[in-house]
């Protein structure tokens, strides 16, 4: 046979071969779809949000944290100008920098008002009793008050809640840190059979599959996005409401701006704060009976006179805040945190600490372990305290007194106490002395094969130290939250 005739003969048999049914591809995938641009809102419709710091010169022109305006931007599409309306966010005072926004979600209104309506709905909740903000509630300053949160079927989750307050500028999302931004968080709480899903194999899937079926959320997913709800898209949605959740302009940041403008009217050139700008800032502060009063527990007609008195003991507690209470050693920044993890000995019993407060370490990849993460959580911010009781992960302090107790004493013994913690000068002392046979200390802890000490360091505060440090934290406690973003009932335009 000729390779013609050959080749001939093999295509009649194939095409006389049965036909075996493929499965039809899953195009509605429930994690991701493709945009379809024209089920979007028209470009020169969309409206932006974009942040203002105060470093910038139309800040101080912004009446509040919510202003509508206008701005020239160019049609990706067609790349003709076209003016649209825009909405400008007014950082709050003492943040700096604005939060960063991933390019692949970017601000609008629309978006923003899918995610607050995702937020406080409980139809991602597989019992329908659970919502993000049932464990992240305005009310309580976006946490819930409670050791630890109660999810679906009243189950009581292992670790306490944090807020939302300013979760925009963390590093890390979550105590363990399993999460790098505010998209990957909006995701957790979902996948988590404790907290909003359970019993099912893919709880996305299910909770997709529910916003599918609501004509309203598949009309705005649809709007915003192109195509019908997903895991990825509602993620984004909810991230971009809590990116506005902003706490600032505390007593504390209004003192720092009294002293730059002291400073400049001076012509001094010393930026260093005084006692006196954080009267002026009280000053202001009753005037105008303020939030700030009853954060520090003042009363506007009673305490008026002793504006100077309490700004001595402010500058007090914030120079303990940088200096011997060592808060600044993991407490810095904007926020008033390091972004990384501590071991505190928080959950450690009789110098012992069990495998569920093992913390970040269990969430480093295999091959990756790193000891200096045993036991170690992720340092939460400071602004915002007076509303997010109780602390640490664990809840286990009720009140801003405890935790000052807790790490006056240097937090709680383990054989994995961050360095930071320990008094390290002692724990050498120890050593030297148990080597060349001298008595040692024998309420000293000591761990592993070689004995290793680990020697708490204690700040040795005195009470009126303790009370102005708690004085000072409460003056980063910051302004109430524009009502846009706090009532769960208000949308723009209504």
């Known amino acids: 046979m000729t390779p013609h005739r050959l080749l001939s003969a093999l295509v009649l048999l194939a095409s006389a071969a049965p036909v075996v049914a493929q499965p039809e591809p899953k195009l509605e995938a429930a994690d991701f779809l493709l945009p379809d641009e024209s089920k979007m809102t028209p470009f020169k419709d969309r409206v932006p949000m974009v942040f203002v710091t105060s470093n910038q010169p139309e800040w101080k022109a912004l009446k509040g944290f919510w202003t ?16 649209r309306k825009v909405v400008k966010l007014k950082v709050p005072l003492g943040l700096t920098q604005a939060p960063v926004v991933p390019p692949e979600n970017p601000m609008t209104v629309e978006k923003w008002v899918l995610g607050k309506k995702l937020y406080y709905d409980e139809i991602l909740s597989s019992d329908g009793t659970v919502a993000c903000a049932s464990c992240h509630a305005p009310a309580k300053g976006f946490a819930d008050g409670k050791r630890t949160s109660t999810g679906i079927n009243n189950a009581l989750g292992p670790i306490n809640a944090p807020t939302v307050f300013n979760a925009a500028y963390n590093r890390f999302q979550f105590w363990d840190g399993r999460g790098t931004s505010l998209e990957d968080q909006a995701q957790g ?88 700008d954080y009267a002026t800032a009280l000053k202001a502060e009753f005037a105008a009976n303020g939030p700030a009063l009853k954060d520090l527990g003042l009363d506007a007609a009673k305490d008026a006179a002793r504006a100077d008195a309490f700004g001595k003991r402010l500058l007090a507690g914030r120079d303990l805040f940088f200096g011997k209470a060592r808060c600044t050693n993991c407490h810095t920044g904007d926020t008033y945190t390091d972004h990384t993890f501590h071991n505190l000995g928080v959950g450690a019993k009789s110098g012992e600490l069990p495998l569920d407060d093992f913390g970040r370490f269990l969430r480093l990849p295999t091959g990756h372990k790193d000891t200096a ?33 807790f790490y006056d004493r240097g937090g709680n ?37 070689a004995k290793k000490p680990i020697i708490p360091l204690k700040l040795n505060l005195t009470p009126q130290e303790k009370a102005d440090l708690v004085l000072f934290m409460k003056a980063l406690n910051g302004d109430p939250l524009d009502p846009l973003v706090a009532d769960p009932a208000r949308f723009p335009g209504k």
Do not use: C
């Open 373 to 405: 993460f045993v036991g170690a959580f992720k340092t939460p911010g400071v602004r915002g305290l007076l509303h997010t009781a109780p602390y640490m992960h664990s809840g286990d302090e009720k009140t801003l007194e405890e935790v000052v107790e």
């Open 68 to 83: 509508d305006g206008t701005q020239e931007d160019a049609d990706p599409v067609t790349g003709l100008k076209v003016t």
């Open 189 to 276: 709480p979902v996948g988590n059979s404790k907290e909003m899903f359970g019993g099912k194999a893919d709880p996305w899937e299910e909770a997709v599959t529910r916003l599918r079926a609501n004509p309203g959320y598949v009309k705005a997913f649809n709007a915003v996005f192109g195509h019908a709800p997903t895991r990825d898209a509602a993620a984004k949605a909810v991230a971009a409401y809590e990116r506005t959740v902003l706490l600032g302009n505390g007593l504390h940041d209004r003192a720092e701006a009294a002293m730059r403008t002291r400073v400049i009217e001076e012509e001094s050139g010393k930026f260093v704060l005084t006692a006196a």
């Open 413 to 449: 013994v383990n054989a994995w106490l961050d360095e930071k913690m320990r008094d390290t000068a002692a724990e050498a002392a120890y050593v030297k002395a148990r080597a060349a046979g001298k008595p040692v200390d024998p309420a000293v802890k000591t761990y592993g094969p």
